[in-house]
DNA sequence: CTGCTAGCTTACGTTTACGTAAGAAACCGC
DNA sequence: GCGGTTTCTTACGTAAACGTAAGCTAGCAG
């Protein structure tokens, strides 16, 4: 459905030249369950992805690096989804909306939760901003009192 | 000087208490430098620490959990913010103007260096709540196309 | 003085998140 | 087909940031 499956298969090192990374931490993701492994993939063949995946890593590093969760935290995050994707699967094929608008009301639960972390960080590091901003307005006031 | 140091000391259960840490925590900060060592305590006996010192403490971890800042890059920020002391008083003495200016300037570029960090931080952390927004709003409209 | 709790020192242990090395196999260009 | 690069698997190694345990002491409460 992705217009970005139809691409080359992007091999591992250029996924982790893509998001800063490296191609063993992209292995040891998958390792512990956070990245998928392709089920179709015969014992020491190459992993290939795509532009999706790529994203997809990119987001759970920004996740990881800018609210500070553990891997494990991630793991339970993407455990939700996949629990998720899973209903959504059975449920859209029923054609059932009452079963369709439950899913897409668990997602903003999801979303809520994520947006109210990212939002306690964003005011913790507003307050830190100003403590700083207003040290500087007191270093720059004592400058020109002294000329 | 400050008016902190008049009260009664903090031992060092209450200071982990303050700062939602541990006393090994503390310990060890202390051990790597991170936190000075009162140089007149005895071996065996208790430290102690004013609120001012948990202050300190506050904003090092802050700094550690919002910037995701490892304890050596804490360090360095502690032994320039030291050095800058000590310029400080020895230039304090002379009272020369010049000089007092210098150090006020080189605060400046300290607070300059921090604020960078954190308002990259805030700019990265603004852009994944706005993603998060406008799932939130597709989702949203999708509920609503259901009726 | 006597318990009791919290703190001290020393030292080894642990978890997280990968790094690194070795040997073999997969592609890719020629 | 072949050399060269990249990847694969397996397994051991490691740095950071503490945790934990043991034996001992400080210091206060009664």
Redesign the pocket.
Known sequence: MSAAAQERPL????VAELTG?????I??YEEIGLLPEAED?E?????HYTPDDVERLRELLRL?DLLGL???DLKRIVEAEAARAVLREQWQQTEDPTEQRQILEEALVHLAAQLKLVRARRTEIERLESELVARQRRVKSRLKSLG
């Open positions: 091999r591992i090192g250029e990374t490296t191609p063993r931490t292995r040891y993939r014992h020491g063949k190459r992993r990881k553990s891997l494990d």
